[in-house]
């Protein structure tokens, strides 16, 4: 024989173990809802990371078609200004070794000059600076 008080103590565990059970699904569920719209969320991130990169690429295809036209037409006008110039030397009786050697010693020290820029432009993109920036080193 049981004594009432026990079964009092029987009936009352077993109904914090059904309020536990009933809150479970509860508590699973808000902590659901919270992943869901950490996950929507995250997407919607992604997505516009996604859609920035996108767009980043279209621009600098579209800047590169754009940058090779200019460069195009740079060329054009100065392999125009040697023609022109050989024409008026041409024009003032130099001859037509003499027009082309100057011609060609122009355009060879133009592209030493450029060389030159290309190089110096090069020495200066250290990219250690934002490195050590990120990451800095015990030495500092």
């Given at each position: 024989m049981q004594s009432p008080h026990y079964s009092d103590?029987?009936?009352a565990n077993e109904q914090q173990a059904h309020e536990q059970q009933a809150d479970a699904p509860e508590k699973k569920s808000d902590l659901d809802g919270v992943i869901e719209s950490h996950k929507s969320w995250l997407k919607s991130v992604l997505g516009l990371g996604a859609l920035e990169a996108k767009l980043w690429v279209a621009s600098s295809a579209q800047l590169?078609?754009?940058?090779?036209?200019?460069?195009f037409l740079l060329l054009t006008t100065?392999?125009?200004?040697?023609?022109?110039?050989?024409?008026?030397?041409?024009?003032?009786?130099?001859?037509?070794?003499?027009?082309?050697?100057?011609?060609?010693?122009?355009?060879?020290?133009?592209?030493?000059?450029?060389?030159?820029?290309?190089?110096?432009?090069l020495a200066?993109?250290?990219?250690?600076?934002?490195?050590?920036?990120?990451?800095p080193t015990d030495e500092e």
């Amino acid at each position: 024989m049981q004594s009432p008080h026990y079964s009092d103590a029987q009936q009352a565990n077993e109904q914090q173990a059904h309020e536990q059970q009933a809150d479970a699904p509860e508590k699973k569920s808000d902590l659901d809802g919270v992943i869901e719209s950490h996950k929507s969320w995250l997407k919607s991130v992604l997505g516009l990371g996604a859609l920035e990169a996108k767009l980043w690429v279209a621009s600098s295809a579209q800047l590169l078609a754009l940058m090779c036209g200019v460069i195009f037409l740079l060329l054009t006008t100065w392999l125009l200004i040697i023609a022109s110039s050989a024409a008026i030397a041409w024009s003032y009786g130099f001859s037509l070794v003499n027009i082309l050697l100057t011609a060609t010693l122009v355009t060879f020290l133009s592209s030493v000059g450029l060389l030159y820029w290309v190089k110096r432009t090069l020495a200066s993109m250290d990219f250690t600076r934002t490195l050590d920036a990120i990451i800095p080193t015990d030495e500092e």
